[in-house]
């Protein structure tokens, strides 16, 4: 049975750093694209970043570009989002996603098959 935990999140202040969680139960986590997407109550979800399957190359929005990175662990099955310089407009529930490897890295969640249950991060002094 293919599963993905995240864990990691909670509050902290205006500033500072987490590093999320994603550990993969059912398949191999290396092989697949795994993307990072966050919703924000009243918005829709939205791509964070993600990390290809095939040749570990990775993309960021915008938004947190230079300030998130990504990285997987595949002695555990695990891939990370350290996020770091964490602003209010970060809170939301964060979430990693699955699919089979493409050639073309996309933030699109409707592109991905497999989800977590979310793990919920919350910026504010």
């Known amino acids: 049975q293919v599963q993905l935990v995240e864990s990691g999140g909670g509050l902290v202040q205006p500033g500072g750093s987490l590093r999320l969680s994603c550990a993969a139960s059912g398949f191999t986590l290396d092989y697949y694209d795994i993307g990072w997407f966050r919703q924000a109550p009243g918005k829709e979800r939205e791509g964070v970043s993600c990390?290809?399957?095939?040749?570990?190359?990775?993309y960021f929005a915008d938004s947190v570009k230079g300030r998130f990175t990504i990285s997987r662990d595949n002695a555990k099955n695990t891939v990370y989002l350290q996020m770091n310089s964490l602003k209010p407009e970060d809170t939301g529930v964060y979430y990693c996603?699955?699919?089979?490897?493409?050639?073309?890295?996309?933030?699109?969640?409707?592109?991905?098959?497999?989800w977590g249950q979310g793990t919920q991060v919350t910026v504010s002094s």
């Open positions: 996603a699955a699919r089979t490897p493409s050639a073309v890295a996309s933030l699109v969640p409707d592109l991905y098959d497999y």
């Open positions: 990390i290809s399957g095939s040749d570990g190359s990775t």
